[in-house]
């Protein structure tokens, strides 16, 4: 098996706050995720605001250090790498972020955000040949050199600064490129166009890509793989042709059922009912953080966390409602062979005992008074 180019393995980051009392955030918690370099794939990694989806750029990007786990590229820890192996991750680790406004300096063209790149990795032996990669990755990028080049960021549209910054990306010859949530600022017209940018990079230059975005839709239309996040922990992950068609976790359900129907003359219905969100965000690993909200709470939810269950071929959720199904195993613990193990009499099964199985409700679909009260 070929080494990884990136590897989260069982990631966890929590954030303290407070001097006399203190307080602990557990933004992320135990997250493992592999892109292979034989397997080019758009991974999304999608879930409400406050979820962990910036916190595990971050961690990826080598931003923030994580309170335990590995980020590895290569096969080797990020956090030790030498001087050259860290250049050789900026290069072929690249980001493509949110707001297509904030990373220009106004004061400057655009080509400078180009020119940087090119200089700062020496990817040319001289300014003609700099010049010739730059409008070399325009052209891949749909964007016509001649009408972007020479002009200041303000004379841009959103579209075009974004699919700029996609170029710089491109400009090192990345293996890996994470897009945190690249078209939420630019118009629904433009956002086709940059997604199909995205799946060109992926299919002819073999660019894998992380894809974080609170849009699913558009993570059912471009992504291989899908990550759901509640609060730092994975609620259901897998083949995005199986997990959005037919969602095992509650939470996935609800928010699979709180996207509008597009129609002026249905009435939206219902009321949403949150709990304090303090209440939400300081709660511990040791229970299962969407009990608060879920309508199929049982006494075990509160009593520990789910693991991920194998709910379907490449299918994982980490709901109790599936505690007959084989836990994953090995993949996530030791980053082998993605290897499943059942739940023992003295574990999870132990624990739920006090449900007989007609007790349990069904996993399937959130009944309709809880999708209601979410709408």
């Known amino acids: 098996m070929p080494t990884p180019i990136l590897e989260a393995r069982r990631v966890t980051k929590v954030f303290r706050s407070g001097f006399i009392t203190k307080h602990e955030l557990i933004a992320l918690d135990d997250f493992s995720l592999v892109f292979s370099p034989d397997r080019p794939t758009i991974t999304t990694i999608a879930g409400e605001s406050g979820s962990g989806k910036t916190t595990l750029a971050n961690l990826i990007l080598g931003f923030v250090s994580p309170s335990s786990g590995q980020v590895l590229f290569e096969g080797k820890d990020i956090w030790k790498l030498s001087k050259a192996e860290w250049v050789t991750f900026r290069k072929e680790v690249q980001a493509v972020f949110q707001d297509p406004y904030e990373v220009y300096n106004p004061f400057y063209l655009v080509d400078s955000v180009l020119e940087t790149v090119v200089k700062r990795f020496h990817l040319a032996d001289t300014p003609a040949q700099g010049r010739e990669i730059i409008i070399n990755a325009l052209e891949v990028l749909g964007l016509r050199p001649d009408e972007v080049l020479g002009k200041y960021p303000h004379q841009l549209s959103g579209g075009q600064r974004q699919r700029i910054m996609v170029a710089r990306a491109f400009l090192t010859s990345p293996r890996f490129i994470l897009a945190d949530e690249p078209v939420s600022m630019v118009d629904a017209s433009l956002r086709a166009l940059i997604l199909e940018n995205m799946l060109r990079l992926k299919n002819e230059f073999g660019i894998s890509f992380m894809y974080i975005t609170h849009d699913l839709s558009t993570a059912y239309q471009i992504s291989d793989d899908i990550y759901i996040l509640y609060l730092g922990m994975i609620a259901e992950h897998g083949d995005v042709n199986e997990v959005i068609p037919n969602p095992k976790h509650p939470y996935t359900q609800l928010l699979l059922s709180s996207v509008p129907n597009p129609d002026p003359d249905l009435a939206w219905e219902g009321t949403i009912e949150l709990p304090p969100e303090d209440t939400v965000r300081l709660q511990t690993r040791r229970i299962c ?87």
């Open 289 to 375: 953080r969407f009990s608060m909200r879920c309508p199929y709470v049982m006494d075990v939810c509160r009593q520990s966390a789910p693991p991920l269950y194998e709910v379907g071929p490449n299918h994982y959720a980490s709901c109790f409602l599936y505690r007959d199904h084989p836990i994953k195993g090995s993949a996530e613990t030791n980053g082998a062979s993605g290897e499943v193990t059942r739940a023992d009499g003295n574990g999870i099964r132990a624990a739920t005992t006090e449900r007989t199985e007609t007790d349990w409700p069904d996993p399937n679909r959130p009944s309709q008074e809880a999708a209601s009260s979410e709408r």
